[in-house]
């Protein structure tokens, strides 16, 4: 880092965030114990993928404190990762610990220091404040309680996959129901039950309803009572154990269709996280079975971009090779949104190659710069430095050198990708319905 | 920039130029005033995409005057972008503007101040001058009077594209059988009528035939009389509005399969532009509306490069996904040549990743750098200083630090993928056909 | 290079190697003169994309010496392509010639004296000496000799493209009986006659199985006496010149599944590479015909890395827009090995570009770094020094900058990228059957 790319991440790194997805419980938000953080996917699959069974990662009723001795022995083999970085940072960052310390043959220390500090009761806003991260948006089940935690801090986000890919199964019709308080007999039962989530999670403070979608998804217009639609709903009813994948992918569009519809009359941004194929490899370790296609076009979701002018679609796409679709769709649609550095493409060779298009040629105000996307808090950290440093080192030569712009121009630019946005997009335009 | 790469980028600026596609209008070449400019698509999309409504910006009847002031109040939501960029180059180079005076409090002075530049007399030359551009294609319309412009400066181009795609609308048909003297019945007067097209484009000085292409495109062989495309073509004259979409598609292949032989026959290279979606997002502003699919395959015309040996075939493709496929045709089809920058594919990041693929592998007498796509002279001196200053990045890293070569080594380099190879490939081998 | 690139390359450079993927005839691993090296598909190729005749580069009963002033008449063209590099370093490395006086005014002085070095006894020894690599992986027909040379240092690998894609071939059939000692009337002679291939390469030394496919390939399980296949095998034998393409696409699929079969039996890695389209350009010169279609996926071999978690393939892809989904394969399956940089994508930019995004991502033990794909053993040191080049800056950069690793952290993942994955992926895991 030369001396203008540490100058402008010094002042990024003072921003207070807002983070725009994550998958945080916000009943126990910060890890108990080390087990906490090394079973985070990103670990497990790689320690997996570099050669350890997975019946010894997920081996049932190991201690957490065996898990970590076990996946130390590992690690080595995965310690030149940007993940492994990550882990660092939260042991030098969080923990006090130096990253030298942190190896095989001390992870016994390790742990057990982990342990004493996360005991601790102000752990959790320890970690807050070391990450300076004063809000951070859910993943929540369509079923799930709000009512229990502080939805200031942890906003509600209505996740959505399971009502769009999975309505044919006997659980989700029994979830909805619940949910909802409809008994769900027909679709436009479905439509009801659907809205009154909406309802429910906007009284409880969602900012978003969010989705991801496998490659081969393209929807289409449909309407509410759609004869084609509502066939495929009653054969499924008649017999949900044999519907056809065709029968499944017309009602996910219908769905999906509604939800857009209710995301316009919440003004709720509708979150898309575009190319995920799950369970590719089912014999690898838990949330580590995902890959993808990645021939797939942003022009599948044309018709949709033109049927709701007026909804906000944040969208990450999963494999770089889709990122100048993206910062094209973005700098023609008004509403389509490029939004952080989804999963496989979380890694700083993609990032600094994605964002560079992003900040060549998307307007200022709809670059969502990044949001973390951790099960932990203590992950906020790390994630969002890494990112944080490539975006300072684009600024400083895009912005800076190449266009001959001022610091502090550039770091304007930097704190609206960074965090400013994110009050635009989400925060500052969803007010309550009536 | 360091001194070496400085060094490069001043012997690279001193060439005189010949700009190989652009939209110039040759009778009104330069901007009466800042609306011509800040008209271009690339800032009325830009700012709409940012949030300024169509209406807004196309409002009839609004002036030039008006349209700026209105522009500029958005245009800090692009201000960051190498757009932007481009026309802080053009108020300090060519207006004497510093481009910190080039602002929204500032935005009638600065108006006032281009008007007065571009009401004197001398103001087509001063730009000329500037940018020491001194030859520039055009895209002609196939029925565009070529005799009231000076066309050595402007050089014709004929653009086909509505020969090909749009042959089944009754205008189309009506501007060919006025524009050639050829009464059009049958596939076979089509033929003829192109034939008159391209004498009358060659005989004044036309030096390419241009078209650009939707990414399922796929040209294959077919002969003059070939049954399936007459049958095509009779379908067509006697239902002209219920033409199907695959009776489209045969006759556009027809067409530009004639294209391809009048292009061998006048001796005018087939400059292809592939990739584009129109009207992608038909709520656009004019010109804003087009996007693409990026799953198409350079393998597409692996028909085409076989059956024309002789035929030059310059290339443009719009994203940077297809640019190692455009490298790798081009590294073993002699008459596959990549040509500049097109487009969505025309900002720094996608400019420095795709030119420094081609200098690695290209010979280096196909290695067509690049043209302004300018629809006003104003903006060939910006464009063409991006692509100057990263082409003296990538010589001096690639040429000179990587594989030891000398700087005049890499000036000379340079100089043939900025001017020499435009010479080569377009004016030197296009001698009259009789 | 600053000054610590530099350290790291040196420390690289140093290391001995085992390249795992060459076409060395054994028999006569090095050039005899220069037309031997110039006489590569890479110069070849590229003189002819550059203009020159087919018919001049391969004209019958031309001699070394004039084949090589031919083309240095138009190397110029092709003298700033990595490509000319590696002759360069050739010239300098291992002839002692400036790389100045490598020009075409000089082209006859340099013949000869390459020459002169050719015929000395020791040049074969002398060029492995320079290059330090001690052993290379051969890349053997199906019915090879493989008791004629000394398989120590060139380690047979069974090619399988054959017999995937051409059993229909007379020839083939012929060939397969031949060598095998089989008469093949039935798919289960097939199956054995395949099976003796394997046990005749593992007793001579092979240390891989390897094969080059179409980007439509996407293997599925079939067993060894599948219906369908028994029945295409049939119409096979009935009519082998009448054979469709299905047919033959449901053929390669069943000896593809056996080959893989095989390869656990033998514990032999299953080497793919993946993606190329031959005979795109059949006007081409020898060995520059063969392009590609850039869209396929990893996708089409996930039932294949289920079906066989034990097996190792190391994948090489051809085009740098699927090197996501090989580093990201790899990150999740434990199975899957990122192996060199393939061809087209064997240019600086690209490998950069591709290698940066597998050392983020992909576990240490599985980053098996480089091959030469080379023809003749000249060509091992320039393309592994190029290599070596990109490899300790992205190690400086990305390992010990942005991730605060010591320099010899970054030198002994060097090391294990370059060799010792080699060893372990290929070498030390393949015990003998028995």
Redesign the interface.
Known sequence: ?NSLENTLFHELDSVTLVDSHSHINPREPAAKNLADLLGYHYYT???????MPREQIEQQGLSAKDKVERLFQRLQ???????W?WFLDIGQDLLDLP?ESIVAEHWEQVFDRASDAMQRPDWTEHVLRQSKVERIFLTNDFDDRLDDFDTHRYIPCLRTDDLVFHLHLERTGQRLESASGIAVHSLSDVHQAIGQLFQYFKKNGAKACAISLPPWFSPHAVSLDDPSSTSCWQRMRSAPHSISEDDRRTLANWVFWRLAEFCVEYRLPFDLMIGV?RR?????VYQ????????????QY?EL??AF?NLKFPISVL???SN??L????????NVLPHGHWW??N????IE?DL??R????????LLGYYSDAYKLEFILPKYRMYK?ILAKILAQ??V?????SES?AVA?GQQILRGNVDSAFLETNETKD
Do not use: C
């Not at 580590?288 to 942003?298: H, I, K, T």
């Not at 050198?401 to 712009?405: A, E, H, L, V």
């Open positions: 880092m699959e790689l320690v997996h993928s570099a050669g083999k995965i310690d030149h990762t940007v993940q970085d990253r194929n590719v490899y089912p014999g690898g580590g079975q995902d890959l993808y296609d990645s021939r797939w076009s942003m022009i044309s971009f033109n002018p494999a770089s090779v100048q679709e910062v094209d769709y973005a700098w023609i649609f008004p496989y493409s890694t700083p060779s993609f190659h560079k298009a900040i060549d040629a998307v307007p200022r105000n709809k440093k895009s912005i050198i190449d266009r001959g712009k121009f630019l």
